[in-house]
């Protein structure tokens, strides 16, 4: 399993742009990146997820570059409700019948009014 | 499509006692997981279903923990002869394989489990 690295935490004023990096060196040919918002007391919830190059949806991009060793989720002009947790997970879903996925202690996020 | 449900929310539970934890996942959603987190930390992978099949479990599930999906609908997960160890929150997620809609795990609310 790919295992990552993140920051453990940033502080963002609001209207900001934040962009969280994961490096994810030993990622393997299926795998996928995956990118959780977690609340405190709630459970994480999907945000975007991509194999190479962009993805964007309506809530963030993520960037992939070629080599696939890392990716940058990217906020666009932040608010105070995006305060939370950010985990960035690399897995394989497109196996035979396993999918495991290895979260780290995720980004935790600070908006600054 | 009311996502994944967990129930309970909360369980204070005294050392000792077992207790059963419910998911009901989101329904056209074959693989089923289960997860634990702990304060401070990313959740961790506990167990895996594919329809009613229990394909995965992690080396963290001892002997008293047991899942069950059955008819490959909603699963159950129990621990019996809790300890103080086994507090924490447990998480559920589903997912359908990726292609369809290029969807990855929902997680649902979890079930903060106390024991006192």
């Known amino acids: 399993l790919a295992k990552t690295t993140q920051p453990i935490s940033m502080d963002s004023y609001e209207g900001q742009e934040v962009n969280i990096t994961c490096s994810h060196n030993n990622i393997a040919t299926n795998d996928y990146i995956t990118w959780y918002q977690q609340f405190p007391s709630q459970g994480p919830r999907f945000i975007i997820q991509g194999y190479k190059t962009k993805v964007t949806n309506e809530v963030a991009s993520l960037f992939i570059p070629a080599d696939r060793k890392s990716s940058t989720l990217s906020l666009p002009r932040v608010s105070l409700s995006d305060t939370a947790v950010y985990y960035c997970?690399?897995?394989?879903?497109?196996?035979?019948?396993?999918?495991?996925?290895?979260f780290g202690k995720g980004t935790k996020l600070s908006v600054i009014p | 499509d009311t996502g994944v449900s967990q129930n309970p929310r909360h369980k204070i539970t005294k050392r000792g006692q077992n207790v059963t934890f419910r998911c009901d996942p989101i329904?056209?959603?074959?693989?089923l997981y289960w997860y634990r987190q702990t304060l401070g930390q990313g959740p961790e992978f506990l167990t895996y279903?594919?329809?009613?099949?229990?394909?995965?479990k992690s080396r963290l599930l001892s002997d008293r923990f047991s899942a069950e999906r059955p008819k490959g609908s909603f699963s159950t997960l129990e621990i019996q002869r809790t300890e103080q160890g086994d507090s924490a929150m447990y998480l559920c997620?589903?997912?359908?394989?990726?292609?369809?809609?290029?969807?990855?795990?929902?997680f649902g609310p979890g079930t903060r489990l106390t024991v006192t």
């Open positions: 279903f594919q329809n009613e099949a229990q394909l995965e």
């Open positions: 997970l690399v897995g394989d879903n497109m196996g035979a019948g396993s999918y495991q996925l290895t």
């Open positions: 329904s056209e959603h074959n693989r």
């Open positions: 997620a589903s997912s359908h394989p990726l292609g369809l809609a290029g969807e990855s795990g929902y």
